[in-house]
T-cell receptor, first 117, second 110 residues
Framework: NAGVMQNPRHLVRRRGQEARLRCSPM?????VYWYRQLPEEGLKFMVYLQKENIIDESGMPKERFSAEFPKEGPSILRIQQVVRGDSAAYFCASSPDRIHASNTEAFFGQGTRLTVV | LAKTTQPISMDSYEGQEVNITCSHNNIATNDYITWYQQFPSQGPRFIIQGYKTKVTNEVASLFIPADRKSSTLSLPRVSLSDTAVYYC???????????FGTGTRLQVFP
């Protein structure tokens, strides 16, 4: 059972371009979470999705950012018109059940490092 | 949501036992305490989870006193490869996501 797969691992975009980050959850996991981590900082929650539904997007900027988790295929975090401040590591995690269920572990991918030049 | 407080950094030497304490004064009855480890340039990795008393696995031990307002992650005989950031989280019925604090940056020296 492969772990959470994120691609690309590294992404360089010029200011104003679009960035698309992909996350394939572990097999059997229908819950996906996206986090952003700036250098030397902790992980900040962005969005929680369950197949085809956005459950909680309280941590996602209102503009330029969107996320989806279609019935088929990976979850996508999309950043339009990127700016230098979007440079960060973006991590995806998946779980088989809702996190609040007891003993539910979240599995993280290796992350995508976005650099905006 | 229960807020957690833990030391920003700790230093240790190889072979020593390291104890990282986390405070979570507002923990709710149904909340679990979970610790994650993050190596540089990698995603966090689950280490251990507990509700009360003591939990031990092949990696670490977790001590939780009766009032559950704090917890201590114990790493026996650390090695250089244990250098990482350790996050204490509280998860339970009131949360649908993991909330990470700043974590404790553990540096192990030879």
């Amino acid at each position: 059972n492969a772990g959470v797969m994120q691609n690309p691992r590294h992404l360089v975009r010029r200011r104003g371009q679009e960035a698309r980050l992909r996350c394939s959850p572990m097999k059997g996991h229908s819950h996906v979470y996206w986090y952003r981590q700036l250098p030397e900082e902790g992980l900040k929650f962005m969005v929680y999705l369950q197949k085809e539904n956005i459950i909680d997007e309280s941590g996602m900027p209102k503009e330029r950012f969107s996320a989806e988790f279609p019935k088929e295929g990976p979850s996508i975090l999309r950043i339009q018109q990127v700016v230098r401040g979007d440079s960060a590591a973006y991590f995806c995690a998946s779980s088989p059940d809702r996190i609040h269920a007891s003993n539910t572990e979240a599995f993280f991918g290796q992350g995508t490092r976005l650099t905006v030049v | 949501l229960a807020k957690t407080t833990q030391p920003i950094s700790m230093d240790s030497y190889e072979g020593q036992e390291v104890n990282i304490t986390c405070s979570h004064n507002n923990i709710a009855t149904n909340d679990y305490i979970t610790w994650y480890q993050q190596f540089p340039s990698q995603g966090p990795r689950f280490i251990i989870q507990g509700y009360k008393t003591k939990v031990t696995n092949e990696v670490a031990s977790l001590f939780i006193p009766a009032d559950r307002k704090s917890s201590t992650l114990s790493l026996p005989r650390v090695s250089l490869s244990d250098t990482a950031v350790y996050y204490c989280l509280v998860q339970g019925l009131g949360t649908d996501k993991l909330i990470f604090g700043t974590g404790t940056r553990l540096q192990v020296f030879p």
